[in-house]
């Protein structure tokens, strides 16, 4: 299978927080990620967009109660850094560790995932992306651009995971043509969460699940790409 264009050579992450203050504290300090700019997503949520290497961490600050459901299959976020190497936990629990660039073949990001069915996941992503897939001491790998997906194998991961919560919850693809994508990967068995829709002049968007249910979302933004058309 083809493998799908990204408009950028590098995923984003996401995660919902009522805890802003800390968890910037945390991310900028700790981990070293600096504040890229703030978005306004709508009335009573802030995202706080942070370069990751050239990805971004989606800081989703909300005013309203984020709910205590159950954790995604995301399980970690791997930073390659200079620093010295860690495993650390933000203040709303997510993990993140701190690794020497190539460990386990990261060189820039990667998100470590537990799936029920490694073979099914291994069809997912390749046929609705067509990624390469990459040796992994723990299970498989592809490489998404620069970054890495690496999938577990986990009886015990969530079935149908929700997309609000705290902990990690999706990840993003800039693509060039959202709708032709979205498409590809419903042809492909993913699940649809969200048909695509247009953002103002920010950005045309779709969301698709993965066979566990966890949420991707894909993304035609305007200053990647140059139009929404």
Do not use: C
Request: hydrophobic share 40%; aromatic share 8%; no cysteine.
């Amino acid at each position: 299978m083809k493998e799908m264009k990204l408009a950028k050579p590098r995923f984003d992450i996401g995660l919902a927080t009522n805890n802003l203050d800390e968890m910037l504290n945390f991310w900028q300090n700790d981990v070293g990620v600096p504040l890229d700019h703030v978005l306004k997503i709508r009335r009573g949520q802030n995202q706080h967009r942070h370069d990751l290497m050239g990805s971004v961490l989606k800081i989703n600050h909300f005013e309203e109660t984020v709910p205590e459901n159950p954790p995604a299959g995301y399980l970690e976020l791997m930073v390659a850094s200079e620093r010295e190497e860690a495993r650390l936990i933000d203040p709303d629990g997510n993990a993140v560790s701190l690794v020497a660039p190539g460990s386990e073949g990261v060189t820039q990001i990667a998100v470590r995932m537990g799936v029920r069915d490694l073979e099914a996941h291994r069809r997912f992503y390749s046929d609705a992306f067509g990624f390469p897939e990459k040796p992994y001491s723990k299970g498989l790998a592809f490489q998404a651009g620069e970054g890495l997906i690496l999938l577990e194998q986990d009886p015990d991961a969530p079935a149908d995971a929700e997309f609000r919560g705290k902990g990690w919850r999706y990840i993003t693809f800039q693509v060039f043509k959202v709708d032709e994508e979205h498409k590809r990967v419903l042809a492909a068995g993913g699940g649809e969460a969200l048909a695509p829709v247009t953002l103002g002049t920010t950005a045309r968007i779709s969301m698709v699940r993965d066979p566990d249910g966890n949420w991707i979302e894909l993304s035609q933004r305007a200053s990647i790409v140059g139009s929404l058309e």
